[in-house]
């Protein structure tokens, strides 16, 4: 059961914890009935249903209404507002450049995962050719088999590794500059810029 609380006719959320914290009072009552709430100005609610609406254009506003002698909790459809849709597209675009950039990429015929964690690795390992400190060795990637990814362990030289995190730095450069133009343009008032609209323009 939901309840409101009415302050000069104007009914806001509660709850009977609420009541209990504000009026200690009624601990002592074996039961809350109705009549002890309205002495407080707390009122059941109904709650009516929520109704249908676009997510991507609408949003849902909740207010409190005396219908026949009862209060009851109602959904307006409300349009989002130029700022409301341009956070949410905005705020899509950074979703679709973290997928994307995390997707992997292909260098000769395996793929190396993009996630940040093997980002973080590849430029450890760049570190570690600068300084002298590798000299070959394996590295954990995947190749496709029967179209599905296997793990495997290849034999990679400084010059080869420097080779694929060149490509995860261009691919991962690529997703962020997508990003930035399909930001641009959405603050500039085009709300239907897309991020991977941007990224085929740069990617070809």
Known sequence: MAY?????????????????????EVNELDE?????????DVY??????????DQDTECLE???DFVTQEWHKVWVVMEKSQEELAERAIEQAKLDRRQTEEQGVVWEHWYFDTTQDSQARHSGAVTAISQGMRDGGVWKCAEVVDGKLHTVFVELTNAELLEVSTVIHDWVQDCFMAEANTVMKIEAGDL??????ELELITG
């Open 4 to 24: 409101c609380k009415v302050t000069n006719g104007q009914a806001d959320y509660y709850t009977l914890g609420l009541l209990r914290r504000e009026h200690p």
């Open 32 to 40: 809350i009935t109705t009549e002890v709430m309205a002495q407080y």
């Open 44 to 53: 059941p609610v109904i709650e009516d249903e929520q109704p249908e609406f």
């Open 62 to 64: 909740e207010q409190y």
């Open 192 to 197: 239907t810029a897309s991020f991977y609209a």
